[in-house]
């Protein structure tokens, strides 16, 4: 009981600071629409992911200050999204697979006609 | 469909072997019903449709090696009007020790070309409509299996419901013929991740409210206010009716400094829903700039807040603002 009442003032101390910084005092749209859904504490949550999914990124060769500048660009529902999952998450690149498959593809032709015998069968 | 055909070749086989008749009769069932999952997709290309779309003026950029998703990206930016830089496009979105580019990674991308990225519902049926509409669809595939993907960015270009065929712009081919039905299973395995970057103003072919909602209120966290109000504008025209767009409107007008027009927006927020919070607060404040905070009192106390509101706080906070700031400005009460 106690616990949540705390958790509650926590959250509404950050939502204060969220939802009216020293510039902009009015509720931003994503606010307003995660409202609507009631999320609004989730969105706020996940904008305190920043750091984290710019850490996790910077592990993965990008440098800190870099990492930092493309975070800056993520949505709260996208940070929610990738934080803490992001060597989980598809990372397409493409390119030795097709390679790969080919090479695969080539075999069984030569093993089909006779002229590689890699998959013996007596 | 699948399993009345698995159903009538178990009947047809033969006799099974062995001790174990029913297990073995069970298991010839389940891989026969494994092996033809893949017919269960739809992948009719609806008679509703162009029978046969081509969109040969979409830009093409080879990709190097593993850079499947600046090139995507890159493709998208510039069918929309946009004139990114390949190399910048890469620096934003190619993670190197992954070999490859996030999703979440390659929508923010886009906004940060002044373009909103938008979710096509994952329907074959959705993406072509975004075709024949003259957008290009950036998809995510999976080439390979579940279990072992090989992930990839593509751009469906057209298609050709008599051939049975998609077109793309793929990697290092510039255009890429795809049987619809492999297509489909490589798009199936990547969890039908499909999107539209088109320029702020436009919206998809079919566009649904959550996802516009959702990709607009994405946009307005870092974008240019003169972008989002033409964004949302966009958006007024077909939603005329709900207060997240006059919201939208408003917030980017006040940005611009256009505080009387942002008011505005937010009373028309208010006329279609009294109970909208957010529209409130931000016309209070607005007046509360105007000088005219006894304005603003009126219009925060025109509604009565439930104590649990998450906005309680600024609710709040702004009451006494305005009610000090009236006050100032009637000494006599």
């Not at chain 1, 009442?5 to 969220?18: E, P, Q, S, V």
């Not at chain 1, 995660?34 to 990008?62: M, N």
């Not at chain 2, 950036?138 to 298609?159: C, D, E, K, T």
Request: hydrophobic share 45%.
């Amino acid at each position: 009981m106690i616990a949540s009442a705390a958790r509650n003032t926590l959250i509404l101390l950050l939502l204060a600071a969220m939802t009216m910084p020293a510039n902009a005092q009015l509720v931003s749209t994503g606010d307003a629409l995660a409202l609507e859904s009631g999320q609004l504490e989730q969105r706020i949550e996940a904008f305190l992911l920043r750091d984290d999914v710019a850490a996790e990124l910077a592990q993965y060769g990008i440098s800190h200050e870099k990492a930092m500048d493309r975070v800056a660009n993520l949505s709260a529902a996208e940070l929610e999204q990738v934080a803490g999952r992001i060597n989980e998450m598809p990372a397409a690149g493409d390119g030795v697979i097709v390679i790969a498959g080919v090479v695969f593809v080539v075999l069984i032709i030569l093993e089909v006609v006779g002229v590689i015998d890699i998959f013996k069968s007596r | 469909m699948t399993r009345r055909r698995a159903r009538a070749k178990r009947s047809n086989a033969p006799p099974p072997l062995g001790a174990w008749p029913s297990i073995s009769v069970a298991a010839v069932a389940a891989l026969m019903l494994l092996g033809s999952g893949c017919a269960s997709f739809d992948v009719r290309i609806p008679e509703s449709l162009e029978p046969r779309v081509d969109l040969t003026d979409t830009p093409f950029h080879p990709q190097l090696e593993h850079h499947c998703g600046p090139a995507a990206l890159t493709t998208v930016l510039e069918a929309s009007g946009a004139r990114p830089e390949y190399e910048e496009v890469a620096d934003r979105v190619y993670v190197p020790d992954l070999k490859g580019s996030l999703q979440v990674e390659m929508m923010a991308t886009a906004r940060n070309f002044d373009r909103i990225p938008f979710r096509v519902p994952g329907e074959l049926s959705a993406v072509l409509a975004e075709v024949e509409a003259g957008h290009p669809v950036l998809i995510l595939q999976n080439l390979r299996i579940r279990s072992l993907p090989a992930w990839h960015y593509a751009v469906v270009v057209g298609y050709d419901r008599e051939h049975k065929e998609i077109l793309m712009r793929s990697g290092t081919e510039r255009e890429l013929t795809t049987p619809v039905r492999r297509w489909m299973r490589q798009w199936d395995w990547a969890s039908r991740w499909a999107i539209v970057v088109l320029e702020p103003g436009d919206l998809p072919a079919e566009p649904s409210q959550a996802a516009v909602f959702r990709a607009l209120a994405d946009f307005d966290e870092n974008a240019r206010p003169e972008s989002r109000l033409r964004a949302w504008t966009g958006a007024a025209e077909h939603w005329p009716d709900a207060a997240l767009v006059h919201m939208g409107l408003g917030n980017a007008r006040y940005e611009m400094d256009r505080r009387e027009a942002a008011a505005d927006s937010f009373r028309q927020a208010l006329a279609t829903q009294p109970e909208h919070w957010p529209a409130r607060l931000n016309l209070a404040q607005v007046l509360l700039e105007l000088d005219r905070p006894c304005e603003g009192l009126q219009v925060i106390k025109a509604q009565a807040m439930d104590y649990d509101h998450p906005l309680v706080e600024t609710h709040g906070t702004l009451s006494i603002r305005l009610e000090q700031a009236c006050n100032a400005g009637n000494p006599s009460g």
